[in-house]
């Protein structure tokens, strides 16, 4: 891609980043979608990173079918390849080394501090939001959980890296939150601005063993990938906030963000198991073809008429974001007939 006067030549570098934690439903897929004509659509590079550091909820067997899904729906990816020249993953349980040096760094820098808190003496002591002096928090940020910073100032002897800590009371590690708002340009949501230090306070970088959080791990594969635009679902918008606060104390360049709107039930809530089985493998079993589901996600974009048939190759040249709805995209009983999920 062409910038500025035509002699500086930019990248594009997106990325898939799917949690193995369940496979792949028709939210997802219309995230990863977004992101792929996104990225395509500028003549980008496009990674694959499987973020499998969530222990408990990481079901193995879904790595597999993650592949399996995005390739059926025609969503393919430049990198990694493996030493046969298959196309592969960064994984993320396979770069601890990296979140172990960014989290020294932060060590080092006096910004973490352990914590032995349980989420239960958490909960226990969420103040209200004006006893933290603001009475204006958003509907989102009020649901989040606030850590009003018990372990901040106090000195537990422990081991100093917590990969060294091998027992089920290890601490967690916290990031010191100062307060100040964050603010960046979404290119779907807009301007974004949020004090972190009051709806979430200091936010865990590290569990316990050689465990880093999500924030941490996104934020570092991220830069270390020279990833330029990240492309995921707005519940995560928030979490965005987090790692900004992250990338300046690595001194990291952040990517731009483009937060798109999830896909819910008829309930409002997001797309799960109780909205009945609305995964691509489940589909692809009940005979429709990959025209047909990317028609349906076109459609829910507002590229397509329903019942619309297209392949994602076909899509690149209609890619736009001014037609998607700022608002969920709520799945009804039509949507899943066309499917040939229901009736
Ligand atoms: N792995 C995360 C998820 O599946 C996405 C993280 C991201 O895109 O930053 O929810």
Redesign the pocket.
């Known amino acids: 891609m062409l910038v500025g006067g035509g002699c500086m030549v930019t990248e594009v570098v997106g990325?898939f980043?799917?949690?193995p934690?369940g496979a792949l439903h028709l939210g997802?897929a219309r995230t990863f979608l977004i992101a792929w004509l996104r990225c395509r659509s500028q003549g980008g590079r496009m990674l694959m990173?499987m973020?499998d550091l969530?222990h408990p909820r990481v079901k193995p067997e879904t790595v597999g079918q993650v592949y399996e899904d995005l390739r059926w729906l025609g969503l393919d990816w430049d990198e990694p390849v493996d030493e046969s020249g298959n196309l592969a993953a960064y994984v993320q349980s396979e770069r601890l080394e990296y979140y172990r040096q960014a989290f020294n760094e932060l060590k080092g820098k006096g910004l973490l501090y352990p914590c032995r808190c349980s989420r239960k003496d958490i909960e226990e002591s969420q103040s209200a939001p004006h006893e933290r002096g603001t009475g204006r928090l958003t509907a989102e940020e009020q649901k989040e959980l606030y850590y009003p910073g018990f372990c901040r100032e106090k000195s537990i002897e422990q081991p100093d890296n917590p990969a060294d800590c091998s027992d089920e009371k290890a601490p967690a590690w916290r990031f010191r939150v100062d307060p100040g708002t964050t603010r960046f340009d979404d290119v779907f949501c807009g301007v974004c601005e949020s004090d972190v230090s009051v709806w979430s306070g200091d936010f865990v970088v590290a569990r316990n063993l050689s465990a880093p959080s999500?924030q941490l791990a996104?934020v570092v594969d991220?830069a270390a990938m020279g990833v330029t635009e990240?492309?995921?679902?707005d519940?995560?918008l928030l979490?965005t906030h987090r790692?900004l606060k992250l990338y300046k104390s690595l001194v990291l360049n952040p990517p731009a963000f483009l937060h798109v709107p999830l896909v819910v039930g008829t309930d409002g809530r997001r797309l799960a198991k109780r909205h009945g089985d609305t995964r691509i493998s489940e589909i692809r079993r009940c005979g429709t073809s990959p025209e047909s589901v990317i028609g349906w996600l076109a459609y829910t974009c507002g590229w397509c008429e329903f019942g619309a048939q297209i392949s994602a190759k076909e899509l690149i040249r209609q890619f736009r974001l001014d037609t998607i709805s700022i608002e969920p995209y709520v799945v009804g009983a039509s949507d899943l007939r066309l499917l040939g999920l229901a009736g």
């Open positions: 990325r980043a799917p949690s934690t997802n990173r973020e969530d999500y996104v991220d990240v492309v995921r679902a519940d995560l979490s790692q």
